[in-house]
């Protein structure tokens, strides 16, 4: 009988997240790469990329037929059990073809369309996050939480950008307006951990607009389980339209501040 405990699935994703960074690991020197680009000339895929989801969705659905899954390049299968996969197999791809250290594989389990278990696994840091729905979120099995920073004119900011031009463009006048208001900006090239980097407190808040669910399905989950609220820029759930990571006494002014830069 198969079991749909959260622990269950976590202890699954933490497996398969694992083999995953092995390969995503083994893979980041070789210069043979095969290298394409998806919705613009700067949205870039690697043959790892595809051969990270095929490991990660083979894995899956090996112990778990009767699971759906999500995976960002084309993985979409949709089950017959309440549980669905959300896959990002390299989170931060441009970061992993430059070699720029921020990369992650992103696992993460939902029963009945909510996230219940999370992992990001980020190999050149040596660090994976997990995380279980009311069940506190971790690094390398050691309990973690967001930052107590509650002022903006003192917050380190992480951010992001689209592959889209006229969003980019927008999302960096945003950032000009709020630079001089915050301490400084940090910009990853990957949700996944940006969000881990909320949640334990390298960062005092993310906010990013344009991601798709497995940019965030797991980082998120992990965030909020480290105590920051997370919601898009109006109160709700993440979305397309934003993701906004904060801990929890700087949330309401860094969101009201984000809406004064947008305006
Ligand atoms: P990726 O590396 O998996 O493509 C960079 O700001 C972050 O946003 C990365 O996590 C990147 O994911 C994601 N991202 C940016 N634009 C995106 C898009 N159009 N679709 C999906 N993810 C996007
Ligand atoms: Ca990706």
Request: charged share 20%; glycine share 10%; hydrophobic share 45%.
């Amino acid at each position: 009988m198969i079991d749909d405990r959260p622990v269950s699935l976590l202890g699954l994703a933490l497996e398969v997240a694992s083999e995953a960074a092995t390969l995503i690991r083994s893979s980041v020197a070789r210069t043979d790469l095969t290298i394409t680009s998806k919705s613009n000339a700067t949205d870039l895929v690697t043959e790892i990329d595809h051969a990270v989801e095929a490991l990660v969705a083979g894995r899956l659905l090996e112990a778990r037929p009767d699971d759906g899954l999500l995976g960002e390049e084309g993985t979409t299968r949709t089950g017959r059990s309440r549980v669905r996969w959300v896959v990002d197999p390299i989170d931060g791809t441009t970061n992993f073809v430059y070699r720029v250290p921020y990369f992650a594989v992103s696992i993460a389990a939902e029963i009945d369309g909510t996230v219940v278990a999370g992992v990001v696994a980020i190999p050149s840091l040596a660090e994976t996050f997990e995380a279980l729905l009311g069940g506190g979120a971790r690094c390398n099995g050691e309990a973690v939480s967001a930052s107590s920073e509650s002022e903006p004119a003192t917050a380190l900011v992480a951010t992001g950008f689209s592959y889209d031009a006229g969003r980019r463009a927008a999302q960096g006048q945003v950032v000009g307006r709020l630079l001089p208001q915050i301490r400084d900006i940090r910009r990853m090239g990957a949700a996944s951990v940006d969000l881990c980097s909320v949640a334990c407190g390298r960062v005092d808040g993310y906010f990013e607009s344009g991601l798709r669910p497995w940019d965030w399905a797991a980082g998120a989950l992990i965030a909020a389980e480290a105590g920051a609220v997370v919601t898009d820029f109006t109160g709700g759930a993440p979305s397309p339209a934003g993701v906004l990571a904060v801990n929890p006494g700087l949330y309401r002014s860094l969101r009201d501040l984000l809406d004064t830069c947008s305006a």
